[in-house]
């Protein structure tokens, strides 16, 4: 069975220059990767940001691209560079200077899922690693790019929202300290890879739906964030962490109660946000 590296959804009309996408939804589990794997499915979608190009699905009526993933973030993590190799885990890559994300088993071929077990019994040949980057990775990526310079080229900006899910238990340490427990997380690299004025524009935006959110603990941006934010050329990337509660149950694996009505809530704070990129007066470049 062939499965497209992603999916697409354009507008039937561009209007604004935000992309949004999905990179950790793919729901696709190979055969051959269940059979190499000494865990179930349920346990490898514990990786997954299960449902969330669901909820997005009203973006491509609001002017917007939507890019989402297709393969699980177990199998491949486009939120990692190409390079982002685990010697743990495939065969004949060389040790190469202290990487946290590699350490922790989690690079673009990764060695664990959530809570840190293990995924394969042994190791995974490097032909293999290389044709998934080949077959999925490399185009993936190739399509975000041309969306982010068709955005700057037709509106003179580029906002892309690198939407996600997070456990609701990450937020626990937080909480335990007396803060507010976060529902919204938004991650900017510390203000490399997004300009002041639109990370301040969505983060007002959930607040006002009711949504708390926090800037970068524990969640600042990766791979995406760093490659594609560039605010000093008009191009911002946002990664948006929601909390999993909000929408599914985590252990089932399936849509709450609430899923209906979030998907609603979250069009909406997505339609106000169209207007970031609709080539207005917003100062969008950093200083």
């Not at 697409?8 to 055969?31: C, D, I, Q, W």
């Not at 890559?93 to 590699?102: K, L």
């Not at 998934?132 to 990775?137: H, P």
């Not at 909000?246 to 339609?271: D, K, Q, S, V």
Request: with cysteine.
């Amino acid at each position: 069975m062939s499965v497209a590296p992603y999916t697409l959804t354009m507008p039937k009309r561009r209007t604004t220059g935000v992309v949004v996408a999905s990179p950790h939804s793919g729901r696709y589990y190979p055969a051959d990767f269940l059979r190499a794997s000494v865990l179930g499915e349920r346990m490898l979608r514990s990786s997954e940001d299960a449902f969330v190009d669901d909820l997005l699905e009203g973006v491509p009526g609001l002017g917007a691209p939507l890019l989402a993933a297709t393969h699980p973030r177990a199998w491949l993590d486009l939120n990692r560079a190409a390079d982002e190799l685990d010697p743990a885990v495939i065969e004949g890559v060389a040790m190469s200077a202290h990487n946290p994300r590699i350490s922790s088993g989690l690079g673009v071929i990764p060695r664990v899922v959530a809570g840190g077990r293990a995924i394969y019994r042994g190791k995974v040949p490097s032909s293999e690693a290389e044709r998934r980057l080949l077959a999925v990775w490399q185009p993936y990526h190739e399509c975000l790019g041309q969306l982010m310079q068709e955005a700057r080229a037709t509106f003179g900006i580029a906002v892309l929202l690198d939407i996600h899910s997070m456990p609701h238990e990450a937020m626990d340490s937080i909480a335990a300290a007396g803060a507010r427990r976060p529902e919204i997380v938004l991650g900017d690299r510390y203000g490399a890879s997004a300009a002041p004025a639109v990370v301040e524009s969505v983060e007002a935006a959930f607040e006002a739906a009711g949504l708390r959110t926090l800037r970068n603990a524990p969640f600042a941006g990766a791979y995406v964030a760093q490659t594609y934010g560039r605010p000093s050329r008009g191009q911002h990337a946002l990664q948006i962490e929601i909390d999993r509660s909000l929408y599914m149950n985590e252990i089932e694996i399936r849509p709450n109660g609430n899923f209906a009505a979030f998907r609603a809530l979250l069009t909406g704070i997505l339609a106000g946000l169209m207007g970031l990129a609709e080539g207005g007066d917003l100062p969008l470049v950093a200083e």
